[in-house]
């Protein structure tokens, strides 16, 4: 069997990879460089407790099921590329900014996984935050990976298994061929193959064809990067407070992120900066001393009702894996799994059924 992934993002390389190993000969086909969209735009989180809070239940079990898989899936990553990814499991803290966010952390902490701190007991894990806090949430399943490493370390692996990368090549239409095959044109060339995965992250929508208004858009998230001036250390645990989170990654402090609907813009703004150092500095006030090293944006893959979209589209063997909205690095290692499963037409995980492509007013 031969398979196309467009996209060499996180998810098509996650894909590309644990195809390639088990046998299937795979493409991919990247509109610039490997892994350098939102993959690389990201702050690495896996973060299952604090990106899951009100999310449905589909989709926290996903969650769930992915970050199982991540200790493995790194570990293999690793031993196979060469790359070390950082994968960290030093949990999270999450700090109410209200008494109602209190009451909404307790309720989380009452449902499992997490443990609900006292002002003292979350100032022992994070000395830096504001002295004023009330509490925080604990949430010791949320982890990290160098997300700026991942995406070579997949790259390396994929390739190392036999897949075949084909980066600067936009897929630009995605077809039907006369014997049931699909067929993807580029501007280059014209690919023929048994299924084809789209895996284009907020681009997945801009592909022609079969592939044509896919109901994902982009939405914008700007970062900063902040330097501890000597002698402060960073946090360990990831800390998270007032709509952003700080990441404590090799010697900077990663500061996100904001939520924009600006279409296709990754362009950096003044108003973005204030937004985020404001509230990192209401987080942790002594960042007020901490110079910005970088500044960037990035496009999250976003649906409608906020769920991925995996599964196979009303053309058989054009397959979807995106939507990953917040959750791209994740979710990579559960939709690998659930994509690989799909196209050789084994059963898949039951949370897999609310992401189906056909659950739209229009179906794909
Ligand atoms: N997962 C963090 C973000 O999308 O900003």
Not at 2 to 7: A, H, L, V
Not at 38 to 67: C, D, K, N, P, Q
Not at 119 to 144: F, H, N, S, V, Y
């Amino acid at each position: 069997m031969k398979i196309i992934i467009i996209g060499a993002g996180v998810a098509g390389l996650a894909i590309a990879w644990r195809m390639a190993r088990n046998g299937t000969e795979v493409l991919v086909l990247d509109r610039a460089q490997p892994a350098r969209g939102a993959t690389y735009a990201s702050a690495g989180m896996i973060a299952v407790t604090a990106e899951t809070a009100g999310a449905a239940t589909s989709e926290a079990e996903f969650a769930l099921r992915s970050r199982a898989l991540w200790p493995e899936f790194a570990k293999e990553l690793e031993a196979i590329s060469g790359i070390n990814i950082s994968f960290r499991e030093d949990g999270a803290l999450i700090v109410p900014a209200s008494s109602t966010e209190a009451e909404r952390l307790q309720r989380q902490a009452r449902g499992g996984g997490a443990e609900y701190l006292t002002r003292k007991e979350t100032l022992a894990r994070a000395p830096m935050l504001a002295p004023d806090i009330e509490g925080a949430l604990w949430a010791p399943r949320d982890a990290q990976v160098d997300n700026r490493a991942l995406g070579p370390a997949l790259t390396n692996a994929a390739i190392r298994a036999g897949a075949k990368l084909s980066a600067n090549e936009a897929a630009v239409r995605v077809e039907q061929g006369a014997s049931g095959e699909l067929v993807v044109l580029s501007a280059f060339r014209i690919h023929r193959a048994d299924a084809v995965v789209l895996a284009a992250g907020a681009w997945s929508g801009q592909i022609g064809g079969l592939a044509e208004n896919l109901p994902i858009r982009p939405v914008k998230g700007e970062m900063l990067a902040l330097a501890p001036p000597a002698p402060n250390a960073l946090p360990v645990p990831l800390l998270w407070g007032h709509g952003i989170y700080l990441v404590p990654r090799n010697d900077q402090l990663f500061v996100g992120a904001t939520v924009e609907e600006a279409g296709f813009d990754t362009g950096l703004s003044n108003g973005a900066r204030r937004w985020l150092l404001e509230r990192a500095q209401a987080l942790v006030p002594c960042l007020r001393d901490w110079p910005i090293r970088e500044h960037w944006a990035g496009l999250r893959p976003g649906t409608a009702d906020g769920l991925p979209i995996i599964g196979e589209t009303g053309t058989p063997g054009l397959f979807l894996a995106g939507g990953q909205y917040r959750n791209g690095i994740l979710f990579a290692p559960a939709l690998a799994e659930a994509v690989e499963r799909l196209i050789n037409k084994q059963k898949v995980a039951d949370e897999i059924a609310a992401f189906s492509p056909g659950r739209f007013d229009r179906p794909v």
